[in-house]
């Protein structure tokens, strides 16, 4: 069974900084991956999709990596400003069950003005 | 350029009623996907249907839940005979291509749902 792990599950930094935030699955066969964002009271907006034959993908400040055979997958988020203030969510959806994505349980951040 | 309707916003039963909650896809989307979200969980997925047809309800809970996506109208979710532990956010999604593509979901806002 797919685990996704999700750590730290709230950070808080400065505006301006730099930060990354980290997802970990126990399954490698995976079909894609992706990155949300969710804003108290909204639904889900996605942010970036790497499928399993990528490494990376990019928009504006965001870059999402993807390392398979470690399990891992990070979201880099450049030059933080407060508006990137959400809870941001990975989720996996495996080879087989490509329509059904497991989630990670969140990573809360606050960017501090 | 509506994104993925779903209503009502926030619903409110006793314990036996019954909830309805809706979505309506994206225009042009034929795939429709529920997830629910319990208070201090992470989301989880529940159903996926296409038009007419139910294609994986290997998340649903077996009694009370129904899902259905007409040919014509909204998607609904039903759950009969509402429990406290029914409490949640419920979400759709939906896409334009079903399993085998890498086009993203779109989420619509949630329903959420309190069980008094």
């Known amino acids: 069974k797919q685990e996704v792990t999700q750590i730290p599950a709230a950070l808080s930094v400065p505006e301006g900084e730099n930060l990354v935030l980290n997802c970990s699955f126990t399954d490698s066969a995976i079909y894609n991956l992706q990155w949300f964002r969710q804003d108290p009271g909204k639904g889900l907006t996605s942010l970036l999709l790497?499928?399993?034959?990528?490494r990376e993908q990019t928009s504006g400040r965001l870059n999402a990596s993807l390392d398979k055979s470690s399990g891992r997958s990070t979201l880099y988020i450049a030059a933080s400003q407060p508006g990137d203030s959400a809870t941001y969510l990975c989720a996996l959806s495996l080879s087989g069950s490509a329509r059904q994505l497991t989630f990670g349980s969140g990573t809360q951040l606050t960017v501090l003005p | 350029n509506a994104g993925v309707m779903q209503n009502p916003r926030h619903l409110v039963r006793r314990r036996g009623q019954e909830a309805r909650l809706r979505c309506s896809p994206v225009k042009g989307h034929s795939h429709v996907y529920w997830y629910r979200q319990l208070p201090e969980e992470g989301l989880k997925f529940m159903v996926y249907?296409?038009?007419?047809?139910?294609?994986?309800e290997s998340g649903m809970p077996k009694e009370r839940f129904s899902a259905e996506f007409p040919k014509e109208g909204p998607s609904i979710l039903r759950i009969q005979q509402v429990v406290r532990g029914d409490s949640a956010a419920y979400f759709c999604a939906s896409s334009r291509q079903g399993s085998g593509y890498n086009s993203p979901l779109h989420f619509g806002n949630g329903t959420r749902l309190t069980v008094t």
């Open positions: 249907l296409q038009k007419e047809n139910i294609i994986d």
């Open positions: 790497i499928q399993s034959s990528q």
